[in-house]
């Protein structure tokens, strides 16, 4: 039993050294700052803060890699988190998106924060100070709000709109 026990233990240590060779890649891309959503918002605006410390690391390209990150296997769960968190929205990117796709975000990330999906599980266990309060949830809501068009600008845009209809 003992010696099972011995192999078993022996074998554990083996597979977590040698995870530790494959290594992900945790590299932040270049970014233009005139690009990113904080020249795109109101100086003023409560909502950079919110995003640099709440979402800042999976949805942005200043992701910063704490120590925990270098040992696998959670290397991987945070190299995976946030080149899935680029994908859906990268903040340092945000002039890419065309107003729409900014509106459709902001609503994406209004409703994610209401739910509790975002940020999401493990995460918040590492890093409390990213954990959005009620008034953080309010913050990104009324950027998203500010964002919609009003009727009287949809109205605008139908009417200054000039098709001609061709049978």
């Known amino acids: 039993m003992k010696g099972r026990f011995t192999r078993a233990a ?3 240590v083996g597979v977590i050294a040698a995870a530790q060779l494959i290594r992900p890649d945790r590299t932040n891309p270049v970014t233009d700052a005139s690009r990113s959503i904080q020249a795109h918002v109101a100086p003023a605006s409560e909502l950079v803060p919110v995003l640099n410390r709440a979402c800042g690391d999976c949805h942005s390209n200043a992701t910063e890699w704490p120590w925990y990150t270098q040992s696998a296997p959670l290397s991987w769960l945070m190299a995976y988190a946030v080149s899935a968190g680029r994908k859906a929205v990268n903040f340092s990117d945000w002039a890419a998106y065309s107003p729409a796709q900014q509106q459709m975000l902001l609503a994406a990330s209004c409703r994610d924060a209401s739910s509790g999906k975002m940020p999401g599980g493990i995460w918040t266990a590492l890093r409390p100070d990213s954990r959005l ?11 998203w709000r500010e964002t919609r068009p009003t009727a009287a600008e949809v109205e605008r845009a139908k009417s200054s709109s000039s098709f001609e209809v061709t049978s």
């Open 10 to 12: 022996i074998i554990t």
């Open 133 to 143: 309060s009620t008034r953080d949830i309010e913050t990104i809501c009324n950027a």
